[in-house]
Nanobody, 116 residues
Framework: QVQLVESGGGLVQAGGSLRLSCVASGSIFNIISMGAWYRQAPGKQRELVASITSGGRTIYADSVKDRFTISRDNAKNTMYLQMNLLKPEDTAVYFC?????????WGQGTQVTVSS
């Protein structure tokens, strides 16, 4: 089973930036059908933030469009989420996810807290 580990979360002031990383247990980002970042705030359902297809096409939630960028580095077995101009409403636990064929794998999440 593919294991994913997120890192890069932390506390940042509004307007600041963070880069989240998602490291896979093996060289899998060259074969994934879809990679994605989700987030979940307390009391809310998990929300799709950004996704990237095997062909490199990206889709973003309207709330993060023009502020967040999803990317991957296959050689490093890593997927990234660059977050700029952070807002307090971005506060959540961020999870990375990959789909290989019909199997979805999830990381444990990394906390992002944006202060006013």
């Amino acid at each position: 089973q593919v294991q994913l580990v997120e890192s890069g979360g932390g506390l940042v002031q509004a307007g600041g930036s963070l880069r989240l990383s998602c490291v896979a247990s093996g060289s899998i980002f060259n074969i994934i059908s879809m990679g994605a970042w989700y987030r979940q705030a307390p009391g809310k359902q998990r929300e799709l933030v950004a996704s990237i297809t095997s062909g490199g096409r990206t889709i973003y939630a309207d709330s993060v469009k023009d502020r967040f960028t999803i990317s991957r580095d296959n050689a490093k077995n890593t997927m990234y989420l660059q977050m700029n101009l952070l807002k307090p409403e971005d506060t959540a636990v961020y999870f990375c996810s990959v789909q290989i064929h019909v199997i979805n794998s999830w990381g444990q999440g990394t906390q992002v807290t944006v202060s006013s």
